[in-house]
Nanobody, 123 residues
């Protein structure tokens, strides 16, 4: 089993930045990739971006491309989501998810989920 814990959420003004962390513990050798998703009130959970565990392959949703950056620190078993130029429409609960093999945009293909962290962007 793998446990994922997100941190770093908060309230920020439009145009500002936040960095979220996703710390993995447990059977981390089984992880192939980490994905970031977000869910705004009344909306479905949507894909934000993903990174494979070696860090060699990263891709993003079009809505965040050029503003968000995913990186990883294997020594700390932690993946980061750097969010710059934040917009009010980025307001959501952000989740990280773990996948045993490959990378994917599909939330149904992920095996492990964190509890989420709230990000609120004020205008």
């Amino acid at each position: 089993q793998v446990q994922l814990v997100e941190s770093g959420g908060g309230l920020v003004q439009a145009g500002g930045s936040l960095r979220l962390s996703c710390a993995a513990s447990g059977l981390t050798v089984s992880l192939g990739a980490i994905g970031w998703f977000r869910q705004a009130p009344g909306k479905e959970r949507e894909f934000v971006g993903t990174i494979n565990w070696s860090g060699s392959y990263i891709y993003y949703a079009d809505s965040v491309k050029g503003r968000f950056t995913i990186s990883g620190d294997n020594a700390k078993n932690t993946v980061y989501l750097q969010m710059d130029s934040l917009k009010p429409e980025d307001t959501a609960v952000y989740y990280c998810a773990g996948k045993r093999t490959g990378t994917s945009r599909s939330r149904s293909s992920y095996d492990y989920w964190g509890q989420g962290t709230q990000v609120t962007v004020s205008s």
